[in-house]
């Protein structure tokens, strides 16, 4: 059995040859721990990894700012301190658009309604504030089911 490990002189050459604790241990058949407490025992410096690099933080090019949602509306970043945005920080444009114009946040009651209903067109022109009533009544108006409310 190779016990040169006990040498500070030669554990301290084959460290700078192999460049790893592990290495050293494997060569001797040792464990790394019995490596890392002679080099300890004698005083032998270990090699530092680099720093690592700063990483540079990549221009987002796959979001544009909004998100279409699965049926068709737009969502956008709502301000910090909005109280109705989502778990994610979005909030739907008309909704924003809306109390922009009103200069006051829209109560749970009340709904925006698009003109044309064209979901993607936010335009102030095209956007209406009704209630919850209303707003069904406007939809169930043009559909093939006669108005119950």
């Known amino acids: ?12 050459k084959k460290y700078n040859e192999l460049r790893s604790m592990q290495k050293v241990a494997d060569y001797y058949g040792v464990s790394k721990k019995l490596i890392l407490n002679y080099m300890n025992r004698f005083n032998i410096p270990r090699f530092q990894r680099p720093p690592a690099k700063p990483k540079i933080k990549k221009e987002d090019t796959y979001h544009k700012g909004y998100i279409t949602t699965w049926n068709g509306y737009i969502k956008v970043k709502a301000p910090i301190d909005h109280p109705y945005k989502d778990n994610k920080g979005y909030i739907m444009q008309h909704r924003l658009i809306m109390e922009q114009s009103i200069e006051r946040y829209l109560e749970p009651y009340e709904e925006v309604h698009h003109i044309d209903y064209n979901k993607q067109n936010n335009n102030l022109n095209n956007l209406m504030l009704v209630t919850k009533t209303e707003h069904i009544r406007i939809h169930l108006k043009d559909s093939i089911h006669p108005v119950k409310i």
């Open 1 to 12: 059995m190779n016990k040169e490990y006990k040498n500070k002189e030669l554990l301290a």
